[in-house]
């Protein structure tokens, strides 16, 4: 994921070194670090080199889960802002999103404006949530370099253009 989509989620999950209660719930999932929910526990501690190393092993891993289900090619920017999403509302939910299948179907806007969607935790509108889906809406749309392909589309086998084909001879 490019640097525009790790600053996006470094600024709105912010770093925290002890265990804190979901402010949605007020108890499960408790957080720490950049938003790491998984194994973590009331009293947890880490420090901020622990917690960029994390960081980088778990946006991977979302970022592959990403690259699995896009099947139209995707900029650098569209990748990290869906990533983003997907970091934030865990892979389940993203693979059922609005923006993916948006995406998979070539409309680009419909797709941004989906973002805007996940704005809510326990029903409730969270401010938080807006402002962060307006960022990742705004980094999907930003023009960045030329257009992946998705990791599926990658294994297909991709056909000469007809100039580049040669004819058969038996």
């Not at 889906?133 to 960045?144: D, F, S, T, V």
């Amino acid at each position: 994921m490019n640097q525009a989509g790790i600053d996006l989620i470094k600024s709105f999950e912010g770093f925290r070194s002890e265990a804190y209660p979901d402010p949605a719930t007020g108890g499960k999932p408790w957080t720490i670090g950049y938003g790491f929910t998984k194994g973590v526990k009331p009293g947890d501690t880490i420090t901020e080199a622990e917690a960029e190393l994390r960081l980088k092993e778990e946006v991977a891993t979302f970022e592959a889960g990403v690259r699995d289900v896009c099947f139209k090619p995707a900029t650098e920017n569209q990748i990290a802002a869906m990533t983003s999403l997907a970091y934030n509302i865990g892979l389940a939910n993203f693979r059922s999103s609005t923006v993916l299948r948006r995406h998979n179907f070539g409309e680009t806007f419909a797709a941004a404006q989906a973002c805007l969607l996940w704005d809510k935790a326990n029903g409730a509108v969270m401010r938080g949530l807006q402002r962060r889906r307006e960022a990742e809406r705004a980094l999907y749309l930003k023009p960045r370099h030329a257009l992946r392909r998705s990791s599926r589309e990658a294994r297909r086998p991709r056909q000469a253009p007809a100039q580049e084909r040669r004819p058969r001879y038996c």
